[in-house]
T-cell receptor, first 105, second 114 residues
Framework: KNEVEQSPQNLTAQEGEFITINCSYS?????LHWLQQHPGGGIVSLFM???GKKKHGRLIATINIQEKHSSLHITASHPRDSAVYIC???????FGGGTRVLVKP | NAGVTQTPKFQVLKTGQSMTLQCAQD?????MSWYRQDPGMGLRLIHY???????DQGEVPNGYNVSRSTTEDFPLRLLSAAPSQTSVYFC?????????????FGPGTRLTVL
């Protein structure tokens, strides 16, 4: 069993739809990271959170420490949100396999 | 600030050749790390450094060497390249240890070993 697991692996949505990506982890954490990797390959940090909820624009990240679970939500999705979203946790950052999101116009 | 820079962007090696992947950051970050990304697998930690003169192994260190003589630079050396090292390599940095601070990633180096 991987220490950090994401679901789904792939997700296709129509523009405007609400998207949820899930991340479960079994490692101890001080913070959980959400990253975005665009088709060009570059990786950008979206959120780092250790409790509760964070919001940036149309992106919302939540974490439940007791359940060892985090979610990334995209509200009013747009084709430019098409990317791979990756969660990471643990003392030396173990990464999930990523969720490939495609938003169709 | 240039952020985290990596060179080269692309590289093709023959089995047994050696090379160094360069990584530099201009944000005065103490923590730097190298990852490899393979199809169908998540990013995996190769080596990391918590400051100049201090390095340690990650999850997949075999076949790679690192050194950290300055805060800014963290090169990754392949002493004798193997086809299994074909991958995309990312360097990252942060102020604090990797899990406690925002990670800044370089653009990546795509390496092919024939």
């Amino acid at each position: 069993k991987n220490e950090v697991e994401q679901s789904p692996q792939n997700l296709t949505a129509q523009e405007g739809e609400f998207i949820t990506i899930n991340c479960s982890y079994s490692v101890g954490i001080s913070a959980l990271h959400w990253l975005q990797q665009h088709p060009g390959g570059g990786i950008v940090s979206l959120f780092m959170l250790s409790s509760g909820k964070k919001k940036h624009g149309r992106l919302i990240a939540t974490i439940n420490i007791q359940e060892k679970h985090s979610s990334l939500h995209i509200t009013a999705s747009h084709p430019r949100d098409s990317a791979v979203y990756i969660c990471a946790a643990g003392n030396k950052l173990t990464f999930g396999g990523g969720t490939r999101v495609l938003v169709k116009p | 600030n240039a952020g985290v820079t990596q060179t080269p962007k692309f590289q093709v090696l023959k089995t047994g050749q050696s090379m160094t992947l360069q990584c530099a950051q201009d944000m005065n970050h103490e923590y730097m790390s190298w990852y490899r990304q393979d199809p169908g697998m998540g990013l995996r930690l190769i080596h990391y450094s918590v400051g100049a003169g201090i390095t340690d192994q990650g999850e997949v260190p075999n076949g790679y060497n690192v050194s950290r003589s300055t805060t800014e630079d963290f090169p990754l050396r392949l002493l004798s390249a193997a086809p299994s090292q074909t991958s995309v390599y990312f360097c990252a940095s942060s102020y604090d240890t990797g899990t406690k601070d925002t990670q800044y990633f370089g653009p990546g180096t795509r390496l092919t070993v024939l």
